[in-house]
Protein backbone atom coordinates (compact mmCIF):
# COMPACT_ATOMS: atom_id res chain seq x y z
CA UNK A 1 0.00 0.00 0.00
CA UNK A 2 0.93 3.49 -0.92
CA UNK A 3 2.34 5.42 2.26
CA UNK A 4 0.72 8.91 2.41
CA UNK A 5 0.22 11.52 5.46
CA UNK A 6 -3.21 12.38 6.37
CA UNK A 7 -3.98 15.92 7.63
CA UNK A 8 -7.79 16.09 8.87
CA UNK A 9 -9.55 18.94 10.54
CA UNK A 10 -13.24 19.16 11.48
CA UNK A 11 -14.86 22.48 11.33
CA UNK A 12 -18.51 24.17 12.38
CA UNK A 13 -19.99 24.59 9.09
CA UNK A 14 -20.12 28.19 8.86
CA UNK A 15 -18.94 30.37 6.46
CA UNK A 16 -16.30 32.10 8.40
CA UNK A 17 -14.11 29.21 8.94
CA UNK A 18 -13.91 28.72 5.12
CA UNK A 19 -11.02 30.96 5.66
CA UNK A 20 -8.93 28.93 7.69
CA UNK A 21 -9.40 26.01 5.73
CA UNK A 22 -8.21 28.39 2.37
CA UNK A 23 -5.03 28.96 4.90
CA UNK A 24 -4.42 25.37 5.90
CA UNK A 25 -4.65 24.59 1.81
CA UNK A 26 -1.85 26.51 1.14
CA UNK A 27 0.20 25.58 3.75
CA UNK A 28 -0.39 21.96 2.77
CA UNK A 29 0.42 22.71 -0.44
CA UNK A 30 2.97 24.52 -0.53
CA UNK A 31 4.91 22.27 1.58
CA UNK A 32 4.24 19.34 -1.12
CA UNK A 33 5.85 22.21 -3.97
CA UNK A 34 2.52 22.88 -5.82
CA UNK A 35 3.30 26.27 -7.80
CA UNK A 36 1.03 29.92 -6.64
CA UNK A 37 -1.22 28.52 -9.27
CA UNK A 38 -2.08 25.27 -8.68
CA UNK A 39 -2.52 26.60 -4.54
CA UNK A 40 -4.96 28.94 -5.82
CA UNK A 41 -7.09 26.44 -7.71
CA UNK A 42 -6.92 24.05 -4.64
CA UNK A 43 -8.16 27.24 -2.24
CA UNK A 44 -10.45 28.30 -4.86
CA UNK A 45 -11.93 24.26 -5.29
CA UNK A 46 -12.17 23.54 -1.80
CA UNK A 47 -13.24 26.60 -1.02
CA UNK A 48 -16.52 26.00 -3.28
CA UNK A 49 -16.71 22.63 -1.63
CA UNK A 50 -16.89 23.78 1.82
CA UNK A 51 -19.05 26.79 1.22
CA UNK A 52 -21.65 24.22 -0.50
CA UNK A 53 -21.27 22.34 2.90
CA UNK A 54 -21.95 24.86 5.19
CA UNK A 55 -24.62 26.89 3.03
CA UNK A 56 -26.57 23.54 2.04
CA UNK A 57 -25.72 20.47 4.36
CA UNK A 58 -27.74 21.32 7.54
CA UNK A 59 -30.14 24.26 6.32
CA UNK A 60 -30.99 26.32 9.31
CA UNK A 61 -29.87 23.89 12.30
CA UNK A 62 -26.88 24.68 14.29
CA UNK A 63 -23.98 22.49 15.23
CA UNK A 64 -23.57 21.00 12.29
CA UNK A 65 -19.65 20.27 11.27
CA UNK A 66 -17.52 20.07 7.87
CA UNK A 67 -14.59 17.49 8.11
CA UNK A 68 -11.75 18.11 5.72
CA UNK A 69 -9.44 15.48 5.40
CA UNK A 70 -5.62 16.07 3.04
CA UNK A 71 -4.21 12.82 1.75
CA UNK A 72 -0.45 13.91 1.65
CA UNK A 73 1.72 12.16 -1.19
CA UNK A 74 4.68 12.04 -3.48
CA UNK A 75 2.71 12.79 -6.46
CA UNK A 76 -0.75 14.23 -5.69
CA UNK A 77 -2.98 15.98 -2.77
CA UNK A 78 -6.33 14.53 -2.56
CA UNK A 79 -8.84 16.48 -0.26
CA UNK A 80 -12.03 15.32 1.17
CA UNK A 81 -14.39 17.71 2.11
CA UNK A 82 -17.61 15.77 3.86
CA UNK A 83 -20.76 16.82 5.94
CA UNK A 84 -23.36 15.10 7.32
CA UNK A 85 -26.44 17.36 5.98
CA UNK A 86 -28.72 16.67 3.36
CA UNK A 87 -27.67 15.20 0.34
CA UNK A 88 -28.17 15.96 -3.60
CA UNK A 89 -29.49 14.64 -6.89
CA UNK A 90 -25.60 14.99 -8.45
CA UNK A 91 -27.19 13.90 -11.66
CA UNK A 92 -29.58 15.69 -12.00
CA UNK A 93 -27.93 19.33 -10.96
CA UNK A 94 -25.43 17.87 -13.91
CA UNK A 95 -28.12 17.47 -16.26
CA UNK A 96 -29.11 20.87 -15.24
CA UNK A 97 -25.89 22.35 -15.65
CA UNK A 98 -24.89 20.48 -18.62
CA UNK A 99 -22.15 20.23 -20.24
CA UNK A 100 -20.21 23.48 -20.80
CA UNK A 101 -19.04 23.76 -24.30
CA UNK A 102 -15.64 26.26 -24.85
CA UNK A 103 -17.74 28.54 -27.28
CA UNK A 104 -19.98 29.73 -24.89
CA UNK A 105 -19.89 33.10 -23.44
CA UNK A 106 -19.32 33.81 -19.85
CA UNK A 107 -22.83 35.81 -19.96
CA UNK A 108 -24.63 32.38 -21.18
CA UNK A 109 -23.51 30.50 -18.10
CA UNK A 110 -26.11 29.84 -15.85
CA UNK A 111 -26.35 30.31 -12.53
CA UNK A 112 -26.56 27.97 -9.82
CA UNK A 113 -24.37 24.76 -10.08
CA UNK A 114 -21.34 26.78 -11.13
CA UNK A 115 -18.93 25.53 -8.02
CA UNK A 116 -19.20 22.03 -9.01
CA UNK A 117 -18.20 23.10 -12.67
CA UNK A 118 -15.13 25.13 -11.07
CA UNK A 119 -14.26 22.21 -8.81
CA UNK A 120 -13.73 20.21 -11.32
CA UNK A 121 -12.32 22.27 -13.98
CA UNK A 122 -9.46 23.63 -11.03
CA UNK A 123 -8.75 20.07 -9.84
CA UNK A 124 -7.25 16.93 -11.81
CA UNK A 125 -9.78 14.42 -10.81
CA UNK A 126 -13.38 14.61 -8.42
CA UNK A 127 -15.63 12.23 -7.38
CA UNK A 128 -18.73 13.17 -5.29
CA UNK A 129 -20.53 10.47 -3.24
CA UNK A 130 -24.05 11.53 -1.31
CA UNK A 131 -25.44 8.81 0.12
CA UNK A 132 -25.54 10.14 3.67
CA UNK A 133 -24.68 13.54 3.84
CA UNK A 134 -22.34 14.94 0.91
CA UNK A 135 -18.61 13.82 0.41
CA UNK A 136 -16.60 15.28 -2.11
CA UNK A 137 -13.00 14.00 -3.20
CA UNK A 138 -10.99 16.12 -5.15
CA UNK A 139 -7.45 15.35 -6.12
CA UNK A 140 -4.67 17.39 -7.49
CA UNK A 141 -1.45 16.26 -8.96
CA UNK A 142 1.78 17.86 -8.60
CA UNK A 143 3.06 18.55 -12.34
CA UNK A 144 6.44 18.90 -12.67
CA UNK A 145 8.28 20.25 -15.93
CA UNK A 146 5.77 19.06 -17.85
CA UNK A 147 3.44 20.18 -21.34
CA UNK A 148 0.28 19.98 -21.04
CA UNK A 149 -1.33 17.99 -23.42
CA UNK A 150 -3.61 20.72 -25.10
CA UNK A 151 -0.26 23.36 -25.44
CA UNK A 152 -0.05 24.37 -29.04
CA UNK A 153 2.70 27.02 -28.67
CA UNK A 154 6.00 26.90 -28.81
CA UNK A 155 8.08 29.64 -26.54
CA UNK A 156 10.14 31.65 -29.14
CA UNK A 157 12.05 33.78 -26.52
CA UNK A 158 15.39 32.89 -25.25
Same mark, same amino acid.
Given at each position: ????????? =??? &?? !????????????? %??????????? #?????? !? %??? &??????? /??? $?????????????????? +????? &???? $???? +?? =? @???? @????????? %????????????? @?????? =?????????? #???????? /?????? @??????????
Amino acid at each position: MESFDFIEM =KVP &AR !AEYVGVVRLSTSG %IANRMGFSYEE #IEDLKV !A %ISE &ALSNATE /HAY $GNEEGGEVTIGFGVYQDR +LEVMV &ADRG $GSFD +LQ =K @IKKD @IGPYENNQS %IEDLREGGFGLFL @IEALMD =KVEIKNDYGV #IVLMTKYL /HENEVD @INDDQISTTQ
